[in-house]
């Protein structure tokens, strides 16, 4: 069975920092673009933060220079370092994955965490 499952989330004080971390586990195939998005209450999902098979990122830019995004293809993870945290970083966060298993083409959502900054 395919699934992506992420750790890390937590409640911390605005200025701290938390590690996420998303592991995709199975026959997953090649995996291409990893990333990261977050929904908050009451809003839609959002982007985070991206990196692509060649370890290019880009990010939201509400969390340019605090959040950092990387990858450990070794081990099928994908990481987000947030730094500086504030209180609208407040969400549940999901990593994502594009990968493929010959000319087929997916992507795959894990089941999200809970990250709560308290001001």
């Known amino acids: 069975q395919v699934q992506l499952v992420e750790s890390g989330g937590g409640l911390v004080q605005a200025g701290g920092s938390l590690r996420l971390s998303c592991v995709a586990s199975?026959?997953?195939?090649?995996?291409?673009?990893m990333g990261w998005y977050r929904q908050a209450p009451g809003k839609q999902r959002e982007f985070v933060a991206g990196?692509?098979?060649?370890?290019?990122?880009n990010y939201a830019d509400s969390v340019k220079g605090r959040f950092t995004i990387s990858r450990n293809n070794t081990k099928n993870t994908v990481y987000l370092e947030m730094n500086a945290l504030k209180p609208e970083d407040t969400a549940v966060y999901y990593c994502?994955?594009?990968?493929?298993?010959?000319?087929?083409?997916?992507?795959?959502w894990g089941q999200g965490t809970q990250v709560t900054v308290t001001s």
């Open positions: 994502t994955v594009g990968a493929q298993i010959g000319l087929q083409r997916y992507n795959l």
């Open positions: 199975g026959s997953i195939g090649k995996i291409n673009a």
């Open positions: 990196v692509s098979s060649g370890e290019n990122t």
